[in-house]
């Protein structure tokens, strides 16, 4: 990676001072919901939204299950986001067992419901127990992401963010071609992308460089998940390629049964991993919430960020 001077006087800067002390809040932030299945995960939920809503995020997603299989259950949370909050959502939408007519008339919804933005991916195919099925395009569907984009661009001027993969996707034949595919994503429209969760600074940093020497100029992402249950963070991380370093494994061995001190260990590594990308020039950082917000905000707010009406008290009292 290459540092500009700035870059170098901001990371002397978070050797030499308080990892966190007087840091500007100009970084812009997003998060990402699950749709709830129960009643009680429904009011888990909102109490997140409205507890993060204050940050200010650009946009808030919803995620789509594997095989479509939450895809009631995503529209309904994402059509109450816009009609109860300010915040911009963002709805997950994928190829998985859909015609093109099919998906035509999701995102007709969508618009007509005054969403803007969606994320487009392939998606995962249904899952047998801990594995996937080979993904399979519908026979009148789209047969890939970067298709998708085009077809949603067609139809309206959506907004359009995609998924990119710092430690390589699980199906790509290379490093290469899995960059190959995410230009393909980029270039048939998509204004962004969004990584896969990762752990190390230096795994994102590569990946941008090696973004770049790709002729990919668009904005990518971080994409940052506070661990707030170990076991389900390995599964889902040997799911999507994602490496846990074993320094990390060793940090959480025996606190299974200590929730409170595992969170207090979660934001600590998650507020780490952010200013060291804040270091070196992130100013956009993409959480998965997993529906729990406390990680989240605290992380948000260790980066200097403050609630929008905290800040319009400051400015009305100067």
């Given at each position: 990676?290459n540092l500009?001077?700035?870059?170098?006087h901001?990371?002397?800067r978070?050797?030499?001072d308080?990892?966190?002390?007087?840091?500007?809040?100009?970084?812009?932030?997003?998060?990402e919901?699950?749709?709830p299945?129960?009643?009680?995960?429904?009011?888990?939920?909102?109490?997140?939204?409205?507890?993060?809503?204050?940050l200010?995020?650009?946009?808030?997603?919803?995620?789509?299950?594997?095989?479509?299989?939450?895809?009631?259950?995503?529209h309904?949370?994402?059509?109450?986001?816009v009609?109860?909050?300010?915040?911009?959502a963002?709805?997950?939408?994928?190829?998985?067992?859909a015609?093109?007519?099919?998906?035509?008339?999701?995102?007709?919804?969508?618009?007509d419901a005054?969403?803007?933005h969606?994320?487009?991916?392939?998606?995962?195919?249904p899952?047998?127990?801990?594995?996937?099925?080979?993904?399979q395009?519908?026979?009148?569907?789209?047969?890939?992401?970067?298709?998708?984009?085009?077809?949603i661009k067609?139809?309206?001027?959506?907004?359009?963010?995609?998924?990119?993969?710092?430690?390589v996707h699980?199906?790509?034949?290379?490093?290469?071609?899995?960059?190959?595919n995410?230009?393909?994503?980029?270039?048939?429209?998509?204004?962004?992308?969004?990584?896969?969760?990762?752990?190390?600074?230096?795994?994102?940093?590569r990946?941008?460089?090696?973004?770049?020497?790709?002729?990919?100029d668009?904005?990518?992402?971080?994409?940052?998940?506070?661990?707030?249950?170990?076991?389900?963070t390995?599964?889902?991380?040997?799911?999507?390629?994602?490496?846990?370093?074993?320094?990390?494994?060793?940090?959480?061995d025996?606190?299974?049964?200590?929730?409170?001190?595992?969170q207090l260990?979660?934001?600590?590594?998650a507020?780490?991993?952010?200013?060291?990308?804040?270091?070196?020039?992130?100013?956009?950082?993409?959480?998965?919430?997993?529906?729990r917000?406390?990680?989240?905000?605290a992380?948000c707010?260790?980066?200097g960020?403050?609630?929008?009406?905290?800040d319009?008290?400051k400015?009305?009292?100067?």
């Open positions: 990676m500009t001077v700035d870059q170098l901001e990371a002397r978070a050797v030499d308080p990892l966190f002390a007087d840091l500007a809040g100009d970084a812009q932030i997003s998060f919901f699950f749709p299945k129960t009643e009680k995960m429904e009011a888990t939920l909102w109490d997140s939204v409205k507890m993060l809503e204050p200010g995020p650009r946009f808030v997603s919803v995620t789509y299950g594997a095989g479509g299989s939450t895809r009631e259950r995503t309904a949370t994402v059509r109450r986001i009609r109860e909050t300010p915040i911009k963002a709805a997950h939408l994928t190829c998985v067992d015609s093109k007519a099919e998906i035509e008339e999701v995102i007709s919804d969508y618009w005054g969403v803007r969606i994320v487009a991916l392939r998606g995962d195919p899952r047998k127990g801990d594995t996937f099925e080979t993904f395009p519908h026979p009148d569907g789209y047969k890939s992401a970067a298709d998708l984009v085009a077809g067609a139809f309206k001027p959506f907004e359009v963010s995609v998924a990119a993969y710092p430690e699980p199906e790509a034949d290379s490093a290469q071609a899995d960059l190959d995410l230009k393909r994503k980029l270039d048939a429209g998509a204004n962004r992308a969004i990584t896969q969760f990762f752990f190390t600074a230096e795994n994102f940093f990946f941008r460089d090696e973004a770049a020497a790709a002729g990919i668009a904005e990518i992402v971080p994409g940052i998940l506070p661990i707030s249950n170990v076991a389900t390995k599964r889902i991380a040997g799911m999507c390629g994602a490496a846990i370093p074993a320094w990390m494994d060793r940090l959480f025996g606190l299974d049964a200590l929730p409170a001190a595992r260990i979660s934001a600590t590594v507020a780490e991993l952010c200013r060291k990308l804040y270091a070196g020039g992130v100013r956009e950082f993409h959480f998965y919430t997993l529906n917000a406390e990680l989240s905000y992380i707010h260790l980066l960020i403050r609630p929008v009406e905290e319009k008290t400015e009305t009292a100067q």
